[in-house]
């Protein structure tokens, strides 16, 4: 489980979070949802010790990581497998040199251990026979199914994924919806996932966050976000005609 | 920024970059991987630059040669001397900062704007030392192999050029480039020290403009051309201050 307390971070004179506070539990697909530029990213990279909070605390299983030196951060972080919007994969090395890369550097694993389990981590987000082409030589779906790939091959106890679904077609975007959430309950994982799309909202969120003007404006489930009558959450979520008359459709049924 | 908090945020870099790697076995690869990229591939343009400069060199010595009272063999000691002294170490560092201090800057900025800095950092890789160790060590140690070659190659220059010229023959240049070595052996070490600082100032500049990129492709190809100017502008005040200290 990863809390978060209190959280507030600042750049320069502009206050981007104000006092945001959450539990995000193992073996849920927690996610984070709201308008653009209104935190979300900011919060996840406070998180994950990429940006320091200026105040508050970041809680991973009862270790305060905001609290810790670099090197016992560098051991949570051995914990965590995340997902990027554009994927980061390394470009100069192929499908498989990525997926292996931190089993490499932080395991003592034999050479064909190592194999193994990249090829173990590819199946499973069926990547099959494109181990030696370099990312650029695949399409966005697939980087995205071999990031995911390579966060997991350290059997991550907590997963992040930024925008798993921007720029995806609908297709490959519940396709990753769906590997998200199998691989969450597979192995028990924290999972946070930052989102815009509506349709992961209502696929995948087993807990919801939606974080307005920097705050955790909203709280709540798939089932309750469909009944919810805050303003701004409705808002947002049912900003098209189209989804407006289908939440009206859902509650009357 | 201002240029101070760019220089403080430099140093506190470096004490990053000499940490220890987490790997042995993947430094080393990585080390002899980039001293190919850099060092081995910076080769042939250094020996082309060196060849001409060195005949250049020894053919405006010979023409403004005019006084009876020097004798020919002041060319090929001045060839030796000024490819020794400035040519070979500062000018090649200069075209070398150019070459691969833009390459650098570039490949570590995209990597910083296309997140794979983060990934790295998220797995809790030291991204300094993972990136900057292995260039600044691989240049800071082969790059003076390099500039010997060029002090050869520009010497070798000056000969082919003089002796097709008919300008001087192969014994009066040889005696020339043999002229004062027992004492002036001591500029060649001076030449290789200033080489190692020029390396590492190119590389780790480089690195450091490459690392702190913010924003995408336009702001990699400004910190690119920031990191070519602050590198030639580092290696002339090195120069001035090795030179002041060591010769001075």
């Known amino acids: ?253 | 920024m201002n240029l101070f908090e760019h220089i403080g945020r430099y140093f506190v870099m470096l004490k990053s970059v000499f940490a220890r790697p987490e790997k042995w076995k993947d430094f080393s690869k990585r080390f002899f991987s980039e001293v190919n990229e850099i060092v081995i591939k910076s080769i042939p343009l250094v020996a082309f630059l060196s060849f001409f400069m060195g005949a250049v060199i020894s053919l405006q010595t010979a023409a403004n040669m005019s006084s009876p009272l020097l004798p020919d063999y002041t060319i090929g000691y001045i060839t030796r001397q000024s490819t020794i002294l400035e040519f070979s170490p500062t000018i090649i560092s200069l075209i070398i900062a150019g070459k691969v201090g833009s390459n650098i800057a570039s490949e570590i900025g995209t990597m910083r704007v296309t997140e794979q800095i983060d990934a790295l950092e998220i797995m809790g890789v030291n991204s300094i030392g993972y990136l900057m160790l292995p260039k600044i060590l691989a240049t800071s140690i082969f790059f003076p192999f390099v500039i010997v070659i060029s002090m050869v190659l520009s010497i070798v220059g000056g000969w082919v050029a003089g002796v097709q010229s008919g300008l001087y023959s192969t014994q009066v240049y040889v005696l020339g480039l043999r002229a004062f070595w027992a004492t002036d052996q001591y500029y060649l070490y001076y030449a290789l020290l200033k080489t190692i600082i020029f390396a590492f100032l190119i590389t780790s500049i480089a690195s450091y403009y490459g690392y702190y990129t913010k924003g995408g492709a336009l702001e990699v190809g400004r910190s690119s051309t920031k990191a070519v100017v602050a590198s030639s502008v580092a290696i002339l005040l090195a120069n001035y201050v090795l030179t002041q200290l060591i010769l001075g």
């Open chain 1, 1 to 253: 489980m990863i809390e978060v307390k209190n959280l507030s971070k600042s750049f320069g004179d502009t206050q981007i979070l104000f006092d945001v506070s959450s539990k995000f539990e193992a073996g849920r697909v927690n996610l984070i949802i709201g308008a653009s530029g209104q935190g979300k990213s900011v919060l996840t990279k406070c998180i994950v010790g990429l940006h320091e909070p200026d105040e508050g605390s970041v809680i991973y299983d009862g270790r305060d990581f905001s609290a810790m030196g670099r090197k016992d951060r560098i051991e949570v972080r051995k914990e965590i497998g995340m997902l990027f919007q554009g994927s980061a994969l390394f470009d100069s090395m192929t499908v498989e040199e990525n997926v292996s890369f931190p089993l490499k550097l932080f395991t003592k694993m034999s050479k064909e251990e190592i194999r193994d389990r990249a090829n173990f981590c590819l199946k499973r987000v069926n990547i099959i026979d494109k181990n030696e082409l370099l990312p650029a030589e695949t399409s966005g779906g697939m980087q995205k199914r071999i990031a995911i790939a390579r966060a997991i091959a350290m059997n991550p106890k907590y997963l992040f994924c930024d925008e798993p679904n921007s720029g995806l077609d609908p297709k490959t975007s519940i396709l990753i919806d769906n590997l998200i959430k199998e691989i969450t309950y597979e192995y028990n994982m924290t999972t946070i996932v930052i989102t815009h799309d509506m349709n992961s909202v209502m696929e995948i969120g087993d807990h919801i966050i939606f974080i307005n003007q920097g705050r955790n404006w909203w709280e709540g489930d798939n089932n309750e976000i469909l009944r919810t009558e805050n303003k701004e959450v409705v808002d947002f979520v049912y900003a098209s005609s189209f989804m407006k008359n289908l939440r009206d459709k859902m509650i009357n049924n």
